[in-house]
């Protein structure tokens, strides 16, 4: 159930962007909902395998890889659509391939990312990364950043042809507000990203030299 849940995340996720590229005020502002969901989701596949006891190695993996595809995917289409610069998809997905590509080595010599057998044995670098709340602060971070850039920057797709002139001053007297908020959780969430990769630098260094010794 919880491997199915992340699945369907993933499948939100890319019906949430490719409403944002259709130039429709309806679809638009279903996008924000439908993200709203796939956040929703995010927190509770973990729930479900928990509560189930479906946790395993592979459910582990797969939830990484399921925030991995959503994150991505958001982060590209906005750097594409102009919300976000070009260099912040480009530190996220390479953060990403290091960190998950570390992960593997650790996880070959059977320590998980997360849970009981996590590579994070360091207490400040388990707290940074691997805790439940660096991990859902880093969830909210995220989820704030990507409704924050949706809401902000919907009248610059002329997505308000059939909004009412005193409906759309007043939200275009706000807009300038809404684009600093996001702009700042950007910046915000992206340092997060990187500070939050540091420590599995930091752990996988012993996993490396294990698998060196092996060879």
């Known amino acids: ?4 849940l992340t699945i369907l995340r993933m499948i939100m996720a890319v019906i949430a962007i490719e409403f944002l590229f259709s130039g429709r005020a309806d ?9 709203l969901f796939v956040i929703i989701l ?4 973990g729930y479900v395998a928990r509560a189930y006891n479906e946790t395993s190695e592979f459910g582990s993996v797969f939830d990484i890889i399921g925030d991995r595809v959503v994150e991505n995917l958001y982060w590209i ?3 594409v659509i ?3 610069p070009v260099w912040v998809p480009m530190v996220v997905v390479s953060r990403g391939i290091i960190t998950d590509g570390l992960r593997s080595i650790a996880l070959s010599q059977g320590y998980t990312a997360f849970g009981a057998s ?4 360091n207490k400040i670098c388990h707290f940074l990364t691997a805790s439940r709340f660096s991990r859902a602060l ?3 971070a995220k989820s704030l950043v990507f409704l924050f850039l949706i809401i902000a920057y919907i009248p610059n797709l002329e997505y308000f042809n059939g909004m009412s002139i005193n409906a759309f001053v007043r939200f275009a007297y706000i807009q300038p507000y809404l684009i600093t908020i996001a702009d700042i959780l950007v910046y915000v969430t992206v340092l997060m990203c990187i500070i939050r990769g540091v420590p599995v630098l930091i752990e996988s260094r012993r996993f490396i030299n294990n ?5």
């Open 27 to 35: 679809l638009c502002i279903a996008s924000a909902f439908i993200t």
């Open 211 to 215: 698998d060196k010794k092996q060879v």
């Open 42 to 45: 995010d927190g509770l596949d």
């Open 138 to 140: 880093y969830g909210a």
């Open 1 to 4: 159930m919880a491997n199915i």
């Open 77 to 79: 289409a906005f750097a």
């Open 118 to 121: 996590t590579m994070m044995q």
């Open 82 to 84: 102009g919300w976000v």
